[in-house]
């Protein structure tokens, strides 16, 4: 069985075991920042406990707690040799520095780019059109508005024919008793139609295209009075 043996570093300092264990791993310090997403600066300061050259030590410990995990080693003992380090040197923990440190925007991420203005206009295009398309199926469900002026419900005629009259959007199609009447471009419309003798039922529809309809009702009684024959002489 083989065993792995460790210089033991005596002094207790942080940097000669992060040396230590960046050389046995093969690595130079260029070499294992880049791995580890660090800067060289960064590490340089670590192993050479350059203190004033670190930032706040919980950002410090953080880093350094994932530099040696990636080792594959046990990071306590080293968190532990760390804040030993702080301590000796009475560099103390700022509780703010526990808070959301706060993101710093290069001026460059506010440059608009024609990319993004792109990206906007595509946006502002989808939304005119959802709205667009919304509005002219609510449009389409909503039946027409229908307005008989003539003839009014129960109306007696002495001819038989009646003339009947209207008004609706214009665009709609309006059918009298199945045939299609002539729709003027402001919405008007009228139409002659023959009557027989008795109650006629007129029904009038105001359709949208591929839409809804209004319906109207009217009753028209043709009575002609009877020819009475004059008298001999």
């Known amino acids: 069985m083989a065993f792995v043996l460790k210089r033991v570093n005596s002094s207790g300092k942080l940097g000669p075991d992060l040396i230590e264990l960046r050389e046995r791993s093969g690595l130079t310090l260029e070499q294992s920042a880049r791995l580890a997403k660090l800067t060289p600066s960064f590490l340089r300061a670590l192993e050479n406990e350059e203190w004033a050259d670190l930032p706040d030590p919980v950002y410090t410990e953080k880093l350094l707690k994932s530099y040696v995990y990636g080792f594959g080693v046990n990071e306590s003992y080293y968190l532990h040799k760390f804040r030993e380090g702080l301590r000796m040197r009475e560099i103390k923990r700022n509780p703010a520095d526990f808070l959301p440190r706060p993101v710093k925007i290069n001026r460059t991420a506010l440059?608009?780019?024609p990319r993004i203005i792109a990206a906007l206009g595509f946006l502002c295009f989808v939304f005119f059109l959802g709205g667009y398309v919304y509005i002219q199926a609510r449009s389409m469900s909503v039946p027409p508005?229908?307005?008989i002026i003539s003839p009014v419900d129960a109306?007696?005629?002495?001819?038989?024919?009646?003339n009947v009259e209207g008004q609706t959007i214009a665009g709609s199609m309006v059918f009298i008793n199945g045939v299609e009447a002539s729709v003027r471009p402001d919405g008007t419309f009228s139409h002659m139609m023959n009557v027989p003798r008795g109650t006629t039922m007129i029904r009038i529809v105001s359709r949208r295209r591929h839409g809804a309809e209004s319906v109207e009702v009217r009753r028209v009684i043709y009575d002609r009075a009877p020819v009475t024959a004059l008298p001999e002489p």
């Open 145 to 147: 508005s229908l307005i």
């Open 155 to 162: 109306l007696r005629v002495e001819d038989p024919y009646v």
């Open 111 to 113: 440059v608009v780019t």
